[in-house]
Nanobody
């Protein structure tokens, strides 16, 4: 079983909303809760990019392209990180992945399968 499992993607029209979830079924609470967690995305033909991150103290950082539209949150008791996405547009179409970030801000685990988000007009 993967360290991180993403879900919640789908097909929505521009202006729509989605909530993505990232579970860490193999991590125990004491391992998950201190981790800096992040959502990434990879659009067709493009490199994977960092979308948002959230620290153990719930400090958040967002890419300029999603500021004001996306919100990252976490529920440590459920070992889950969420990405609430509003005002979606076609440029948000991508496969979305989550990962933990190491002390050097590098992805810590093997990438999971991700969850596909498609915005169609």
């Amino acid at each position: 079983q993967a360290q991180l499992v993403e879900s919640g993607g789908g097909l929505v029209q521009p202006g729509g909303s989605l909530r993505l979830s990232c579970r860490a079924p193999r991590m125990i609470f004491s391992v998950f809760s201190p981790k800096l967690m992040a959502w990434y995305r990879q659009a067709p033909g493009k490199d994977r990019e960092l979308v948002a991150s959230i620290s153990s103290s719930r400090a958040t950082v967002y890419a300029d392209s999603v500021k004001g539209r996306f919100t990252i949150s976490r529920d440590n008791s459920r070992k889950t990180v969420f990405l609430h996405m509003n005002s979606l547009n076609t440029e948000d179409t991508a496969v979305y992945y989550c990962n933990a970030l190491s002390a050097t801000n590098e992805p810590e685990y093997t990438w999971g399968q991700g969850t596909q988000v498609t915005i169609f007009s």
